[in-house]
């Protein structure tokens, strides 16, 4: 049996990248990607002068202006972005057919049946997005996803660099779980801060401590989840680099400059939701039969209900009418709301149309005839959306918030 040769790419701090090219002069500069300060953006990509002074992805912008008080906020171009990330999942797929695309900047890539060698193709990726595109990447080579994907994290961090690292780390075959051995258990996938507290209670600091423990005992504490760990510490990992994945959901949410506690302002962001997800449930020709309401109170709790309907849709009606009697049902008159979501999960590739065998004739006929009306004027305001913001359209009665 042929050894896999697997290769992780993920493009270093991406957005800022794209954003250098744009503005030069940001190139050496403290700068950060995401929302307003003012308010409660968040930071989405920094530069590493920036990450010197402590900034980091998913920071409150307020909180990063305060670590780093030269700071330059730098709102995001998302558009800008994906086309740039299309341009380099191109490159990938020029190399082989086999790239599974986790993110906008981040890919695994299955080179197996290519006759070089992991590293060399690895040089050539990382020379090609360098040269042709100018973007900043690392990469790390190993049998298999879990001992890539750790690989890459690892070489970034040996790099010790204060710009981007451009790192390659392979790990050769029959080498993985040495390699692994002396990581902090944190680095393996599934470890996250509860399951790490407990490993670390039962004496467990690194990888190798896992592996070290019986299988029978980690089953017993964690349950499947301990079978897993057992197997990912000992660095097997035999998933397929898999080039199509069906979107397992569409949703959409919005966090509100101030916490908001009018129920009317409440129930008309649901509605504009509903519709955004109605358009992302469209353009990729999907439908959906649960939907999902998510709620975050000022403290920063969490909850969330779902709601499963009798046939998969992509009406805007009919999921805003699912959840606001999932909103009605969880929300507190007069409670102060962070933010609102709403998803549709269970997706079919055919939304529901109206069957014979549901109604007489003449109402079919008709309830056909109203669909396609609606159909066609879906497609204008998906289209009007598209080229002018959502906010183009409203509904009568509602007001702008």
């Known amino acids: 049996m042929n050894v896999r040769k697997i290769i992780h790419l993920d493009l270093d701090a991406f957005f800022c990248a794209v954003e250098e090219q744009r503005d030069p002069s940001l190139r050496g500069k403290p700068f950060a990607v995401g929302g307003s300060p003012t308010g409660r953006g968040v930071v989405a990509s920094c530069s590493y002068p920036a990450r010197q002074y402590g ?17 330059v906020v730098v709102g995001s171009r998302h558009s800008d972005y994906g086309a740039v990330s299309r341009q380099v999942m191109t490159r990938l797929r020029a ?8 993110s906008i900047d981040e890919a695994f890539l299955d080179v197996s049946d290519l006759p070089q060698s992991a590293l060399e193709l690895a040089q050539q990726l990382q020379r090609t997005i360098n040269d042709e595109l100018d973007l900043p990447n690392s990469l790390g080579v190993a049998t298999n996803k879990l001992v890539a994907k750790i690989a890459n994290n690892v070489g970034k961090a040996r790099t010790g660099k204060a710009g981007p690292p451009n790192a390659i780390l392979v790990v050769p075959p029959g080498e993985e779980a040495d390699f692994l051995a002396p990581l902090p ?3 393996l996938w599934g470890v996250g801060p509860k399951t790490a507290t407990k490993l670390h209670e039962l004496g467990m600091e690194t990888i ?18 301990g079978r897993d760990l057992a197997r990912r510490a000992k660095a097997i990992d035999d998933r397929p680099v898999v080039t199509h994945r069906e ?20 129930r008309q962001a649901l509605r504009r939701l509903a519709d955004g997800v109605e358009r992302r449930l469209k353009r990729r020709r999907m439908a959906g039969s649960t939907v999902k309401l998510k709620l975050r109170w000022a403290n920063f709790d969490t909850p969330t209900r779902q709601l499963t309907l009798r046939r998969p849709t992509d009406d805007a009606e009919q999921i805003y009418r699912a ?18 979501g709403v998803g549709v999960s269970g997706l079919d590739e055919r939304p529901y149309q109206p069957q014979l065998w549901d109604m007489e004739t003449d109402e079919f006929l008709h309830a056909e005839a109203l669909y396609e009306k609606e159909e066609k004027l879906r497609r204008v305001m998906n289209d009007l959306s598209d080229r002018f913001g959502e906010d183009v359209i409203r509904r009568g009665g509602e007001t702008k918030t």
């Open 185 to 187: 258990c944190e680095e």
């Open 55 to 71: 900034v980091h992805s998913a920071m409150p912008m307020a909180q990063a202006v305060r670590r780093c008080p030269q700071l």
């Open 95 to 102: 190399l082989t057919p086999q790239v599974e695309q986790l």
């Open 208 to 225: 190798g401590d896992i592996a070290r423990w019986p299988d029978t005992e980690l089953d017993r504490l964690f349950g499947k989840h």
């Open 323 to 340: 959840a606001l009697s999932l909103f009605e049902k969880l929300w507190v008159t007069g409670e102060a709301v962070r933010l609102l």
């Open 247 to 266: 979107p397992k959901s569409v949703s959409q949410e919005s966090t509100f400059v101030r916490d908001v506690a009018d129920g009317q302002e409440l």
